[in-house]
């Protein structure tokens, strides 16, 4: 079976720094005044996506996002976000002073000390927990899933038989079976490191995500109606617990 092509969504492809601080201005303007000493509660759902490499959980979730109507930030699009001077000058005033405090809370529980991040990684987090503080977005890998609270997250993991992601791999990018097996072996491990080393875990462990889904067996169509139907269930339920302002629930495309 020929390889799902993963084109570049135009929404993707020009979202900058001042598109995104404005999405974030206009989330938090919505809502009404907070009482002071009030625990910060994301807006809304993220969805966070770990994905075996070659396991199609790209497609999958931009097909998430489609269905939603969510923002999807993929790994190119968070680290440009988070390189660029004027979004980290600008993000915490526009976020809230509650949702700004909740952020560098969260970081700070990771890297107690300054010099324990590299700049460029306190920043990315930074900026998926912003996008988190918003919510309504679908967030494929960075360890977004570990950095974000269990309560406003759907963390999901996509798998498949490694021959599977070997030969899509392959298809996808032209490359060798050989070539397709040894990079399909590095994204894995480097992954699996940068998860470790920055949040602590094993991403390989099942118990951490609300679903685990196998896109070889299921399809790419079949695990993204899934994962948005599962996503818009918790949100309904989040919202029925009172947990947040109460959020707008997605009619699934």
């Not at 509660?41 to 097909?63: Q, W």
């Not at 988190?132 to 269990?150: E, K, N, Q, S, T």
Request: aromatic share 6%; net charge neutral; proline share 6%.
């Amino acid at each position: 079976m020929k390889p799902t092509p993963e084109p570049q969504p135009a929404a993707e492809a020009v979202l900058g720094g001042t598109e995104f601080l404005e999405m974030l201005r206009q989330a938090f303007a919505r809502q009404p005044t907070r009482v002071k000493d009030e625990d910060f509660v994301p807006l809304s759902l993220t969805v966070a996506i770990s994905r075996e490499a070659g396991s199609r959980g790209g497609t999958i979730g931009r097909r998430v996002g489609k269905k939603l109507g969510w923002q999807v930030y993929h790994q190119e699009l968070l680290e440009y976000l988070a390189q660029e001077p004027y979004l980290s000058r600008e993000l915490f005033e526009v976020l809230d002073p509650a949702a700004a405090a909740w952020v560098e809370e969260r970081v700070s529980r990771l890297a107690p000390s300054a010099d324990s991040l590299r700049p460029e990684v306190r920043s990315l987090m930074r900026t998926i927990l912003a996008i988190g503080a918003r919510g309504d977005a679908v967030i494929i890998g960075r360890g977004a899933g570990c950095l974000l609270p269990a309560s406003s997250t759907l963390h999901v993991r996509i798998v498949a038989p490694l021959a599977d992601r070997v030969t899509y791999l392959s298809q996808l990018e032209r490359l060798t079976r050989e070539k397709a097996a040894e990079q399909v072996e590095l994204r894995d491990k480097e992954r699996a490191a940068f998860v470790t080393e920055h949040f602590g875990r094993q991403i390989h462990d099942p118990h951490q995500y609300d679903l685990v889904l196998n896109s070889s067996l299921l399809g790419e169509e079949l695990c993204a109606d899934l994962i948005a139907r599962a996503a818009r269930t918790k949100l309904e339920s989040r919202d029925r617990e009172g947990g947040a302002s109460r959020s707008a629930i997605p009619e699934l495309v």
